[in-house]
T-cell receptor
């Protein structure tokens, strides 16, 4: 069945460091791919998405490119801030049978 | 404001005492879903509903019930809660179709003693 694998955390970075969180997926067909972010005490909210191969999703300085050849959707940000501290979830969707989520990666950014 | 609301936000109960967690959305979404979040396991789907009166099991449905009598509401029912149902629960909704993002409620933290 469909599945998403994320790099294990937690990840701790200094402010202004470069961030990469790896995400790979297993799915038949052509899923849509998403990154969600969960700030402390809150629900998940969409960070970015890509709906077809080679699409790049971007938002708030974060980027991820849909790579079908490597079945990956890695999240990157060039310069993280303390306010980016959160849990990040990679997810895929193939249709009405809902999303599959990775286990989540906790990011802590220190000043 | 477009949102998904859940109540209660926090609940401590005892084994076997029936409880209901309510979920409501005001975006006219067809699709609603319940998840539980546990450390190291990410989000796992409990039940989902593609529209009124249409519900189906997700990955971890045992011990839970749902109903969808109205489009905006999707309550989660635990008939006889057990300690292994201690978790953080999220309700979510979206329009049908794989391109559409899900909107999540703020979560309900349930502790079963």
């Amino acid at each position: 069945g469909d599945s998403v694998t994320q790099m294990e955390g937690p990840v701790t970075l200094s402010e202004e460091a470069f961030l990469t969180i790896n995400c790979t997926y297993t799915a038949t067909g052509y899923p849509s791919l998403f990154w969600y972010v969960q700030y402390p005490g809150e629900g998940l909210q969409l960070l970015l998405k890509a709906t077809k191969a080679d699409d790049k999703g971007s938002n708030k300085g974060f980027e991820a490119t849909y790579r079908k050849e490597t079945t990956s959707f890695h999240l990157e940000k060039g310069s993280v801030q303390v306010s980016d501290s959160a849990v990040y979830f990679c997810a895929l969707s193939r249709g009405n049978n809902d999303m599959r989520f990775g286990a989540g990666t906790r990011l802590t950014v220190k000043p | 404001e477009a949102q998904v609301t859940q109540n209660p936000r926090y609940l401590i109960t005892v084994t076997g005492k029936k409880l209901t967690v309510t979920c409501s959305q005001n975006m006219n979404h067809e699709y609603m879903s319940w998840y539980r979040q546990d450390p190291g396991l990410g989000l796992r789907q409990i039940y989902y509903s593609m529209n009124v009166e249409v519900t189906d099991k997700g990955d971890v449905p045992e011990g839970y019930k749902v109903s969808r009598k109205e489009k905006r509401n999707f309550p989660l029912i635990l008939e006889s809660p057990s300690p292994n149902q201690t978790s953080l629960y999220f309700c979510a909704s979206r329009f049908s179709g794989r391109y559409n993002e899900q909107f999540f409620g703020p979560g309900t933290r349930l502790t079963v003693l």
